[in-house]
């Protein structure tokens, strides 16, 4: 699991692994669902972090390779903004 930003940030991992792409489980920050979706490489998410002090950041990671099928290189840069605080998982039931 990769955590952006310590606890104040999204964490997300890889579901799957495919030599064109990913399947990533996203868990927003502060909510109560995983999110599961393709990337491919080349493609790019939108993610909140937070630094040390607690300023949230958005950061843009992109998947960069595939290696053996098994292990995805990922880049990210990240600017001193927020994300909406409109919720990303869906409404409950």
Do not use: W
Not at 36 to 64: E, H, W, Y
Not at 75 to 92: G, H, N, T, V
């Amino acid at each position: 699991m990769i955590e952006f930003g310590g606890r104040g940030g999204d964490a997300f991992t890889l579901d799957a692994v495919s030599q064109d792409g990913v399947v990533v489980l996203l868990n927003p920050h502060g909510e109560d669902c995983t999110l599961r979706f393709p990337l491919k490489v080349g493609d790019s998410m939108l993610i909140s972090a937070a630094t040390d002090d607690g300023n949230k950041q958005a950061c843009t990671v992109s998947l960069v390779s595939i290696f053996n099928a098994s292990t995805g290189l990922f880049s990210y840069s990240c600017a001193d903004q927020s994300l909406s605080d409109k919720p990303r998982c869906p409404p409950s039931q």
